[in-house]
């Protein structure tokens, strides 16, 4: 089985500032590693996600993860947040065998203050 | 563009009553997810279904049941609806692939209020 911890429930963070929206996961089998996004009154849509080769992966709107595969981690950064950004961020994982289901985390609710 | 739809944005039933959330998609994908989300427990999975009247059961499924009869459409039903069934329900639609990499499309979510 596997578990999602998003270490941060809520991030506050200033216009233009750099974000990071950190996210640990545990599983015995290898993974497939996912980002959404949900902005309010809207269901989720996929930031990025990774499924091999660079550690480094970029996704929509100027976001990128990292995945770590000895800390079991898998960071979420932005350089530059906007107020558009205010939403909240999910972190997800999925075996790359057997059932194609997400296992999610509680989610992390970024504020931009201007 | 995929389109995931689901029938009611919000919606107020009373304990007891039976309740359906149905949820279309329209980019013809083989699975399709039920999940329920609450503040500070992220999204948990309540059923899934692989094909045309498969399910499987997700991590939370009892007090739930569903129904695929035809591969676009899938049914949430609350057999009889209870207070700690409220919440915000999501479904979801991917392709199969058999790498397990196929990206999950969710429909904009219906809030279910129980009295």
């Known amino acids: 089985a596997q578990s999602v911890t998003q270490l941060d429930s809520q991030v506050p963070v200033f216009e233009e500032a750099p974000v990071e929206l950190r996210c640990n996961y545990s599983?015995?089998?290898?993974?497939?590693l996912f980002w959404y996004v949900q902005y309010p009154n809207q269901g989720l849509q996929l930031l990025l996600k990774?499924?091999?080769?660079?550690?480094l992966v970029k996704g929509i709107n100027g976001f990128e993860a990292e995945f770590n595969k000895s800390q079991t981690s898998f960071h979420l950064r932005k350089p530059s947040v906007h107020i558009s950004d205010t939403a909240e961020y999910f972190c997800a994982v999925r075996e790359i065998q057997g059932a194609q289901k997400l296992v999610f985390g509680q989610g992390t609710r970024l504020t931009i203050n201007p | 563009d995929v389109k995931v739809t689901q029938s009611s944005r919000y919606l107020v039933k009373r304990t007891g009553e039976k309740v359906f959330l149905e949820c279309v998609q329209d980019m013809d994908h083989e699975n399709m997810f039920w999940y329920r989300q609450d503040p500070g427990l992220g999204l948990r999975l309540i059923y899934f279904s692989y094909d045309v009247k498969m399910k499987e059961k997700g991590d939370i499924p009892e007090g739930y049941s569903v129904s695929r009869e035809k591969k676009e459409r899938f049914s949430l039903i609350l057999e009889s609806a209870s207070t700690n069934q409220t919440s915000m329900y999501l479904c979801?639609?991917?392709?199969?692939?058999?790498?397990?990499?196929?990206?999950?499309?969710f429909g904009p979510g219906t809030r279910l209020t129980v009295l």
């Open positions: 979801a639609s991917s392709l199969y692939s058999s790498g397990g990499s196929d990206t999950q499309y």
């Open positions: 990774y499924l091999s080769g660079s550690t």
């Open positions: 599983s015995s089998v290898s993974v497939y």
